[in-house]
C-alpha cells in the first residue's frame, strides 16, 4: 500500500513543481536597448509591478497548497 502513496505523492509534487514554473512566464524582461542604465531598469521594474506581485501571489497560494500537511 505504501507504494501507491509514494508515486501518487511523486506525481502530485511534480504537477506542483510544473504549476510553480508556468508562473515565471508571465514575467517579461526588458528589450535589449531600452534599458541603457539602472535608473531606466528601476522605472521598468516599477512599470511591472503587477506582473511581479501576481507571480509572488500565485508562487506562495501554491506553494502553501504544497507543504500544506493532508
Not at 4 to 16: H, K, L, Q
Not at 54 to 62: D, N
Amino acid at each position: 500500500m505504501e507504494k501507491e502513496t509514494v508515486r501518487i505523492e511523486g506525481f502530485s509534487d511534480a504537477v506542483f513543481a510544473i504549476a510553480i514554473t508556468l508562473l515565471v512566464l508571465d514575467l517579461h524582461m526588458p528589450e535589449e536597448n531600452s534599458v541603457k542604465n539602472s535608473n531606466d531598469l528601476l522605472i521598468f521594474l516599477k512599470n511591472q509591478w503587477p506582473a511581479f506581485l501576481a507571480f509572488f501571489l500565485s508562487f506562495f497560494s501554491i506553494f502553501i497548497m504544497w507543504v500544506k500537511p493532508s
